[in-house]
């Protein structure tokens, strides 16, 4: 069994659909990170979690420490959400990642 | 405000050849990372540096060397170069250990053939 998990492993929505990514890990972290990694390859951080809920804009990432479990909802979806989203858990240098959710959003 | 800069962005490079990746950072980050990520796989961890002159190994540091002689600089070396190196490199920065914020490089797409 993989240490990270995402599901599904490729999502397509329409725009303006609400959006919901899994992550689930077997390992105790300390923190849990989400990714976004556009289709021209760069990636940028979107948020560290410990705990509970962040949201910025309309993203919202939630975690549950007991149930090893994150997910990165996206509210009224857009065309540039289109991206591969990545979680990845641990703590100190000792992050790992899962493989990535492909999102397509169609307008 | 640049953020992390890897060059190059592509290379081909022949089996037994060896290379440098280039990564600075102008962020005063003191965590510094190399992955690499391979097609349908996580980032796996090559090399870090909590600090200019301290470096360890990550998951996966067979066939690379890094230095880390400066805050801003963190070169890759591949010396001998194996057609398993083909991959995708990524370089990033933190200011804290496990810190809100990753900044990544672009990337540098390395094919060995």
């Known amino acids: 069994k993989n240490e990270v998990e995402q599901s599904p492993q490729n999502l397509t929505a329409q725009e303006g659909e609400f959006i919901t990514i899994n992550c689930s890990y077997s390992?105790?972290?300390?923190?849990l990170h989400w990714l976004q990694q556009h289709p021209g390859g760069g990636i940028v951080s979107l948020f560290m979690l410990s705990s509970g809920k962040k949201k910025h804009g309309r993203l919202i990432a939630t975690i549950n420490i007991q149930e090893k479990h994150s997910s990165l909802h996206i509210t009224a979806s857009h065309p540039r959400d289109s991206a591969v989203y990545i979680c990845a858990v641990g703590g100190g240098q000792n992050f790992v990642f899962g493989p990535g959710t492909r999102l397509s959003v169609l307008p | 405000n640049a953020g992390v800069t890897q060059t190059p962005k592509f290379r081909i490079l022949k089996i037994g050849q060896s290379m440098t990746l280039q990564c600075t950072q102008d962020?005063?980050?003191?965590?510094m990372y190399w992955y690499r990520q391979d097609p349908g796989m996580g980032l796996k961890l090559i090399y870090y540096s909590v600090g200019a002159g301290i470096t360890d190994k990550g998951e996966v540091p067979n066939g690379y060397n890094v230095s880390r002689s400066t805050t801003e600089d963190f070169p890759l070396r591949l010396e001998l170069a194996a057609p398993s190196q083909t991959s995708v490199y990524f370089c990033?920065?933190?200011?804290?250990?496990?810190?809100?914020?990753?900044?990544f490089g672009s990337g540098t797409r390395l094919t060995v053939v």
């Open positions: 390992v105790g972290i300390s923190a």
């Open positions: 990033a920065s933190s200011y804290r250990q496990g810190s809100d914020g990753y900044t």
């Open positions: 962020m005063n980050h003191n965590y």
